[in-house]
């Protein structure tokens, strides 16, 4: 059975204290690893798609890479508007599963 | 740019009750879902429609019910409400079912006592 695991389940950092979300998966036959973000009471909003080992994508202070094991979610310096759930999906032959989601605080 | 829209927004409804939720998108995509997120335990996928005239079952569609409309719209049902589906709601939309990212509505809060 597909399975994404993500940790920690919480990260607390002080601004501009860099540091990295995992996510881990067990799935045959990968399409894509997707990254969301998800503020309080609203819906994820799509990041990345990564769709093989060795794929790197930057948005702002965020880059996500992939290997065939897990991605990384790497924050550079964040700010505390970066503070959110952030959710890591696979998509194998069908549909899309979710990780229960790291949530970031970001203090100022 | 309205994207995903859900309504209701809120809903409290009584054990044995039913109820619909609506989902609309504006984007001209292919594929709709319909997830349930509870904490803990992330998304899971209750029914998808890969594209118009289509719908599938997910990881937890037992005590749902779904209708494609059109390629805009696509609704979930629950006849007969249990406590255990207290839970909030998303409905999302993706350009194709396999590849692309999901772009998802702002949820729907559904208590059920």
């Known amino acids: 059975e597909d399975q994404v695991t993500q940790s920690p389940e919480a990260l607390r950092l002080q601004e501009g204290e860099s540091s990295s979300l995992n996510c881990s998966y067990t799935?045959?036959?990968?399409?894509?690893l997707f990254w969301y973000r998800q503020d309080p009471g609203k819906g994820p909003e799509f990041l990345f798609t990564?769709?093989?080992a060795g794929e790197e994508k930057e948005k702002e202070r965020l880059k996500a890479t992939l290997t065939k094991k897990e991605s990384f979610l790497h924050i550079t310096a964040p700010k505390p508007e970066d503070s959110a759930t952030y959710l890591c999906?696979?998509?194998?032959?069908?549909?899309?599963?979710f990780g229960a989601g790291t949530r970031l605080t970001v203090k100022p | 740019n309205a994207g995903v829209t859900q309504t209701p927004k809120f809903q409290v409804l009584k054990t044995g009750q039913s109820m619909t939720l609506q989902c609309a998108q504006d984007?001209?995509?292919?594929?709709m879902y319909w997830y349930r997120q509870d904490p803990g335990m992330g998304l899971r996928l209750i029914y998808y429609?890969?594209?118009?005239?289509?719908?599938d079952k997910g990881e937890v569609p037992n005590g749902y019910n779904v209708s494609r409309l059109n390629k805009r719209e696509f609704s979930l049902r629950l006849e007969s409400a249990a406590p255990s589906q207290t839970s909030v709601y998303f409905c999302?939309?993706?350009?194709?079912?396999?590849?692309?990212?999901?772009?998802f509505g702002s949820g729907t809060r559904l208590t059920v006592v």
């Open positions: 999302a939309s993706s350009e194709s079912h396999r590849n692309y990212g999901y772009t």
């Open positions: 799935v045959s036959g990968l399409r894509g």
């Open positions: 990564l769709y093989s």
């Open positions: 999906a696979v998509q194998a032959n069908n549909d899309m599963r």
């Open positions: 984007m001209n995509h292919n594929s």
């Open positions: 429609s890969a594209s118009e005239g289509t719908t």
